[in-house]
């Protein structure tokens, strides 16, 4: 029988394993000591359950399959990389890797983990964003059956009956479903037709999700709401996921507030959720239209110059800047109304440049620092012409607010408190961007070397899980609308190993099923009958 997990929670690391395609013979890095260490007291803290979300992207785990393109469905026999031929050193081999991370993880009491199947080896590209089969001159996915025959691979090896270990969930697709030319989702129905049955056939105990819905640069409403509907209204009752997911970043808004609704060209954290929600009803099968939401990944970075989330002051350039213009220079504005007064410094963005203003005068602003976020000379975002918007910015940082700064704490606050009040499907979990080993520190870690203090980020998240430390035990394949929260950690080949914190707020009553649920039970969400009844808040 496959592995079945006894205990659950609403808290899951992820840990992405760089590496490199098996052509070039890469290290793979091992786990760093510190993430076993932390996860085994998370772990301990929460009385068991903890989840570790684990990314090992497909084209550095299997070999680029020789003579082209493979035929869909593939008739190659797969190589999975175990190092060069006579190889004994672990960190040469992409199984070996996996096997020994899936081992380290196993041999914390109570984890489960999850995994995530993304970037098919190039051979395998053959399919568009319409999931037609255009060839490998054009394609940029993997076809249903490639993605099937890799899933079943990962499922049947950690069934808990191989050897290798047991896994408790796997997700297909990471983001690739939303950024490759088109951005329909609709290659995504076939491929979840194909792979999520032949898991379940495999271990019907798993948890099975899809690929994020990702915001666009501009009218992020309509395409969540499109792509949304291309991919729940291709996907059968039967093969419907046990979760969806959405990756929410703020850059590039005139407010890094997710709650905030005044910028049409973003969407609020409030307002994605019930466009997934709506289309969920609108376009899932019967039965699944209360599909659990999560959002696995969310974030800002250190350093970034964004809007200023209490002025959202804009006016527009009075001529024009050049590349090379070099610093102090006077750059003029239509209206200084509402910017800082005289004499105080403070951030600007200038259409995609951030710059720094030394003191004002009216309608004269000083720059004695342009091209803060570092873009090759050559850059378009360094040349403005006259009538470009010019806002007031603060820069993101890690605990200090005030005129200049914003800490990013409240934020993540704010996401837990969506995806715990506003989830309408009700609950779900939440993603941060990352928690740093080694230095140098990557610009989104979430770190306790970055300050543990009040406004830090790790008491803002630390607070939150000690808020809501648990949900009840209760068997993986009953928890229809767990909402977990996910650290998502990783490891950099060549610069640092990096994790990434995933957190979902929520404290939460399950009723579980009464027994394993079996391939002819179909797919969650369960009912009243099934001794499965919806969740509700518990009190602390």
Known sequence: ?????????????????????????????ALPAALITDLTALNNIIGGGLWVRYQFRWRNYETNPAGGAVSEPPTNTPIYWDGPVGNTDPTKS??????????????????????????????????????????????????????????????????GNHGHGHVESIQIGNEEFDTVAGRTGRALPAVANASIPAVRAINPALLMGICAVRKTPTNSSTHISNWCQNVFSGITAANFPDFVDAHCYYAGRLSPDPTSTV????????????????????????????????????????????????????TTLSGTISST????????????????????????????????????????????????????????????ANGETVQWAVMITDGTTDAKHQSRAPYFTAMFDALRTQNPNPVGKLGIWTIDYQKPLQAASVSPSLGTGTGSSWKAITDYM??????????????????RAAFKIRAQTRTNTRTTFFIVPANVT????????????????????DGNLPMKEANP
Request: hydrophobic share 35%; aromatic share 10%.
């Open 325 to 384: 213009q070099a610093t102090p220079f006077t750059l003029n504005v239509a209206a200084g109304t509402g910017f800082p007064t005289t004499g105080n410094d403070f951030y600007l963005i200038v259409a995609n440049e951030w710059m720094h203003c030394s003191t004002r005068t009216g309608t004269a602003f000083t720059i004695d620092q342009r091209n803060i976020e570092k873009d090759v000379s050559t850059s378009s975002n360094l040349t403005h």
């Open 466 to 483: 000690t808020a809501h430390p648990s949900w009840l035990s209760s068997p993986l394949n009953t928890l229809q609308t767990n909402a």
């Open 510 to 529: 399950i009723y579980p099923k009464t027994m394993p649920l079996t391939a002819s039970d179909g797919n969650l969400p369960m009912t009243a009958s």
């Open 1 to 29: 029988m496959p592995y079945t997990p006894t205990i659950d929670s609403p808290y899951v690391y992820t840990y992405y394993q760089d590496g490199a395609k098996p052509v070039s013979n890469p290290t793979y890095p």
């Open 94 to 159: 992409a199984v070996q890797t996996m096997d020994n991370a899936i081992a380290a993880f196993n041999a914390i009491s109570g984890l489960n983990v999850m995994l995530t199947i993304q970037d098919a080896p190039d051979n395998y590209l053959i399919f568009d964003d319409s999931g037609t089969n255009v060839g490998l001159a054009t394609g940029t996915l993997g076809g249903p059956q490639a993605y099937s025959r890799f899933a079943q691979h990962l499922a049947q090896r950690y069934d």
């Open 263 to 314: 910028d049409t060209t973003g969407v609020s954290i409030a307002n994605e959720l019930t466009l997934i929600g709506n289309a969920l009803q609108s376009y899932a099968p019967t039965g699944q239209k209360t599909t659990p939401i999560y959002a696995l990944e969310t974030g800002w970075n250190v350093g970034d110059v964004v809007g200023n989330p209490t002025s959202l002051v804009t």
